[in-house]
C-alpha cells in the first residue's frame, strides 16, 4: 500500500491536514475521529490522525499508549495513523506501535543516540511504517542535517512537546526553510503545535507538506471542523 506521507509531492500540493487526537473529547473518541475522517468533501477531510504519546519523561504529560492505537485501528481500517512519540525510549514502542496498527512512527533526534536514528528508521520500516524523525523549538536543525537521506519525514516542532493550545514559535519556519532543498519530492516536513487558521499560511509558505493541529480543530464545534481543515490546507 502506498504510504501517503511519501507520495510525491510539489510546493503547489495543498498539504495534509492531521488532527491530534489529543484535543478530541476522550470521551467520544471514536465519534469524534469519524466526524474528522468522514466528511463528504474531501477538502474538509482529515488525511491523518495524529497521535500524541507522551511519557512523563520526555514530555512533562500523559497522554496514550498502544492501545488507542489499536482501538481507533479496528474502528478505521483504512486510516492513516500517524504515531507522535514524545518518549524517552522510543525503540521501546516501534514494534508495539506497528502491531497496533501504526502507519508512521515519529522519534525525536533528542531521544536518541545520533548513531541511533539510521537503524531505528530501518527498523520503522522493516516492520510496514514510514519513520519520521522530530525536531524540538530550542534543538538546532544541524542536529537532523546528517540524517535527512534516512528518513521519510522531518518533523519540525512549533511549541515545545507537552499539551495542546500552546502558542506558535514562528522561528522554527526558518529549519523548514533549511531543510526543504536537501529533501527530495516523496519526503515531507510536517509542523506540529500552535498552529491554526490565522498562521498556516506561513507554514505552507515555507514549504510544509504536513500540517498537524490539535486545538484549531478539535476545539471547535464538529460542524465548524470541515471548514477548518480546509482553510489550514489553504483552500
Ligand atoms: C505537542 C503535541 C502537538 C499538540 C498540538 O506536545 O505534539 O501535536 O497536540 O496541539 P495544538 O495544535 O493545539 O498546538
Ligand atoms: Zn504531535
Not at 135 to 159: A, F, G, Q, W, Y
Not at 208 to 233: D, K, M, T, W
Given at each position: ?178 531543510v526543504r532543498?536537501k529533501l527530495k519530492?516523496?519526503q ?48
Amino acid at each position: 500500500m502506498p504510504n501517503l506521507l511519501t507520495m510525491p509531492r510539489d510546493r503547489s500540493t495543498p498539504p495534509l491536514i492531521a488532527p491530534s487526537i489529543l484535543s478530541a473529547d476522550f470521551a467520544a473518541m471514536g465519534e469524534e475521529c469519524r466526524g474528522v475522517l468522514e466528511h463528504a468533501d474531501a477538502a474538509g477531510r482529515a488525511d491523518l490522525l495524529h497521535l500524541d504519546v507522551m511519557d512523563g519523561h520526555f514530555a512533562p504529560n500523559l497522554t496514550m499508549g498502544p492501545d488507542m492505537c489499536r482501538a481507533l485501528r479496528r474502528v478505521f481500517p483504512a486510516a492513516f495513523l500517524d504515531v507522535h512519540l514524545m518518549v524517552h525510549d522510543p525503540a521501546m514502542f516501534i514494534e508495539r506501535f506497528a502491531d497496533a496498527g501504526a502507519n508512521n512512527l515519529t522519534f525525536h533526534i533528542e531521544a536518541v543516540d545520533e548513531v541511533q536514528v539510521g537503524p531505528m528508521a530501518d527498523k520503522i520500516r522493516s516492520i510496514g511504517a514510514s519513520a519520521g524523525l522530530a525536531i524540538n523549538p530550542p534543538t538546532p536543525v544541524e542536529r537532523v542535517m546528517p540524517h535527512l537521506e534516512k528518513i521519510d519525514m522531518l518533523l519540525v516542532m512549533s511549541v515545545n512537546p507537552g499539551y495542546s493550545g500552546q502558542a506558535f514559535i514562528p522561528e522554527v519556519l526558518e529549519k523548514v526553510r533549511a531543510v526543504r532543498k536537501k529533501l527530495k519530492p516523496i519526503q515531507r516536513v510536517q509542523m506540529d503545535g500552535g498552529i491554526n487558521v490565522g498562521n498556516a499560511g506561513a507554514v505552507r509558505e515555507a514549504g510544509c507538506g504536513c500540517i498537524v493541529a490539535a486545538s484549531a480543530v478539535f476545539g471547535v464545534p464538529a460542524l465548524q471542523r470541515p471548514g477548518v481543515i480546509r482553510a489550514l490546507r489553504g483552500l
